[in-house]
């Protein structure tokens, strides 16, 4: 089974500064991987994921991720970080061909520091 | 609608109630997952159904009872639930692993 590692619970950011959240997995063939997003009290909202081709992807939200299969990660990246960017954030890889099965990062608080 | 719902949105139950979350995808996908998300613990998988059929039972107590009537609907009833049941439920959807998941907005249990 897939395991995946977002380094750091908490990470704190003044407003308008870099966003970087950290993302790690462990499969040895490269996986789909995702980021979601989630507000108090509400569900997971897909920010972006990686399948195939390029390996620096956009989202919504002025959010990006590079997958890098050197380093076995898919970091998540804000130039500029915005109050209503506070929330919760998970990283999820699933194999690909291999049924429904996700895996979950256990998710990193975003702060923003006015 | 669009998108995945769930109802109802908060739920308070006695430990001796019977009671069901109800989840409805609009997307046309084939799977559907529920998932437990406890303060300050990871997002657990619960149950998985792919088709209407189960492919995945994560040794959920048995107090947790899936059903899945067809490829849209989704329910989780609950019996004789415990205060450490309660959570944020959330319910999500999927066409295979490619694009992703999509999450209903959960429904906030509490057990008194």
């Known amino acids: ?114 | 609608e669009t998108g995945v719902t769930q109802t109802p949105r908060h739920l308070v139950m006695g430990m001796t109630n019977k009671k069901s979350l109800k989840c409805e995808q609009h997307l046309g996908h084939n799977a559907m997952y529920w998932y437990k998300q406890s303060a300050k613990k990871p997002l657990e998988l619960m149950f998985v159904y792919n088709f209407k059929e189960q492919t995945e039972n994560n040794s959920v107590p048995s107090r947790f009872s899936p059903e899945c009537p067809n490829s849209s609907h989704l329910f989780l009833h609950l019996h004789t639930l415990q205060p450490e049941d309660s959570a944020l439920y959330l319910c999500a959807s999927s066409q295979g692993t490619v694009y992703g998941q999509y999450f209903g907005p959960g429904t906030r249990l509490t057990v008194t």
């Open chain 1, 1 to 114: 089974a897939q395991s995946v590692t977002q380094l750091g619970s908490h990470v704190s950011v003044s407003e308008g500064a870099l966003v970087l959240l950290r993302c790690n997995y462990s499969s040895s063939v490269p996986p789909y991987l995702f980021w979601y997003v989630q507000y108090p009290n509400q569900g997971l909202q897909l920010l972006l994921k990686y399948t195939t081709g390029a390996t620096l992807v956009k989202g919504i939200n002025g959010f990006e991720a590079e997958f890098k299969k050197s380093e076995t990660s898919f970091h998540l990246t804000k130039p500029s970080a915005h109050m209503s960017d506070a929330a919760e954030y998970f990283c999820a890889v699933s194999d690909p061909g291999t049924g429904n099965q996700f895996y979950f990062g256990t998710g990193t608080s975003l702060t923003v520091i006015p």
